[in-house]
């Protein structure tokens, strides 16, 4: 196979994943909306104890001598959501090997883009908030749900131009990123030094793994399960394991292409050959495992373990997620305490300060030379974009648990985020409709 014919062949396998990526958040992403929907209108109806009961619910996990204790939501979101945490970790991962984030070129717009669309939501926050309790909160506002935003920008239309597309789901991913590191310096408790040093061991035994060319899946979701419970008891969020065991799986294969097409092609005529139809029945069926075994090689761990995920994560994980820390009870206190600086410093922290953090941000670095706008863009395109950027909601839930300890903050919080990032899809979609040049008129006979 000729060099430019395997680039071609690399190029179109990236664009695939690229657009079942985005093909599964943006349905992902619907299905959460409809899930936070349920939520709401159960914890404000008069079936509401059910919902208290079913978020409080105990569930016990015994391994080997170990018990953990959880309630319902406490299992979603130090269990479940560190699957979720591992699909992000195989993201990052992979862009940054292959993806928009592999060259410094490409990945330095979105990457400039992400750091100051975080930094201007926690500035805005803190100027509510500084000095006060409720200061730790400053993390809330200032993460992007990659499924939300994508899938909105699918909403948009077919003419938005894919360099756009690339943008976002690149700025997402490195803002996914930043969020890790975050929930893992500043919203951890006390650490446990003792497991914190058995959670390294574990990491560096998986690390190990990779570098010595073990590819048994089996390997790395059983060392995963024993760093979890590891980072589990560490003081160190749970969902942190998520991550690090994702860095640890390999993204190499173990047959190339050519010796995977040539081998194949082997087995097929052998099967040709055979013109005894029982013969030939059980032989079909020798080459059939023996084709299963050797698309396993020619994949990597990375990539097999990555589409197993993303359906359970688009359609069950999240929505369980949205499900459990969604619903709000809605009164008239709380309506008031819409304008609290909680509620403001979260709110426009997603529609003002992402929008400013990354317009501004990208503006510069155009003026400046350090980057270009994305192929077939413009910065009108990047303001919308932008917006949609405030489109806070899964990660921005999920550090509100960690962040507010006052269940009035916390509930606050909730509907601080629910209005803001409805407003920044809203507002961001409507920018994005009006950017695009109007199509062509179809010409009559």
């Known amino acids: 196979m000729s060099a430019r014919r395997r680039i071609s062949t690399i190029a179109s396998t990236i664009g695939t994943t690229f657009q079942d990526f985005v093909a599964s958040s943006t349905a992902g992403g619907i299905i959460i909306l409809v899930f936070t929907a349920v939520a709401m209108l159960w914890i404000n109806s008069p079936w509401s104890a059910s919902y208290e009961h079913l978020i409080h619910a105990p569930i016990n996990i015994q391994l ?22 591992v699909a992000v970790g195989l993201e990052i991962k992979r862009e940054l090997l292959v993806g928009e984030l592999s060259s410094r070129k490409r990945a330095l717009l979105p990457m400039i883009a992400a750091v100051f669309g975080m930094v201007g939501p926690a500035l805005i926050y803190l100027a509510f908030n500084g000095g006060t309790e409720a200061a730790r909160g400053w993390g809330t506002p200032v993460a992007t749900d990659i499924a939300f935003a994508l899938g909105v920008l699918a909403l948009v239309g077919p003419r938005v131009p894919l360099g756009i597309k690339v ?4 700025l997402a991913i490195v803002d996914d990123l930043l969020s890790v590191l975050v929930i893992a310096l500043f919203y951890s408790s006390s650490l446990n030094m003792e497991m ?14 990779n570098r010595l060319g073990i590819y048994s899946i089996k390997f790395y979701v059983l060392g995963g399960l024993v760093l979890w419970v590891c980072v589990l008891s560490s003081g160190i969020h749970a969902t942190i394991a998520g991550v690090v065991l994702a860095m640890t799986i390999p993204a190499r294969r173990k ?3 050519p010796e995977f097409f040539t081998k194949a092609r082997t087995l ?11 013969v030939n029945e059980a032989t079909q069926m020798d080459a059939v495992h023996d084709l299963e075994k ?49 509620s403001l410093g979260i709110a426009l922290g997603l529609f003002v300060g992402k929008q400013l953090g990354v317009t501004l941000s990208v503006w510069a670095s155009v003026r400046l030379g350090i980057a270009d706008l994305p192929q077939g863009s413009s ?28 269940p009035a903050h916390l509930d606050a919080a909730k509907l601080a985020i629910l209005l803001g990032s409805t407003t920044s899809a809203i507002v961001g979609s409507i920018v994005l409709r009006g950017s695009l040049a109007a199509p062509s008129p179809t010409p009559t006979a």
Do not use: K
Request: proline letters at 4%; one cysteine or more; a negative charge.
């Open 64 to 85: 080997f001598s170990l018990t953990l204790n959880f309630s319902f939501a406490h299992f979603v979101n130090d269990a479940l959501m560190v699957i979720f945490f």
């Open 268 to 278: 097929m005529d052998e099967v040709l050959r055979r013109p005894d139809v029982d």
């Open 167 to 170: 943008f976002l789901a690149a």
């Open 255 to 257: 047959l190339n292409g």
């Open 196 to 209: 914190l040093m058995w959670s390294g061991i574990v990491a560096g035994i998986l690390f190990m793994g």
């Open 379 to 406: 910065m009108r395109q990047i303001y919308g974009v932008s917006l949609l950027c405030g489109i806070g909601f899964t990660m921005a839930l999920f550090v509100a648990n960690l962040a507010f300890l006052d």
């Open 294 to 342: 050797l698309a396993e090689r020619v994949q990597t761990p990375l990539h097999r373990i990555e589409h197993a995920l993303q359906p359970y994560v688009a359609f069950v994980i999240m929505p369980i997620f949205a499900l459990v820390n969604a619903g709000v009870a809605i009164n008239a206190s709380l309506l008031g305490g819409l304008l609290s600086p909680v």
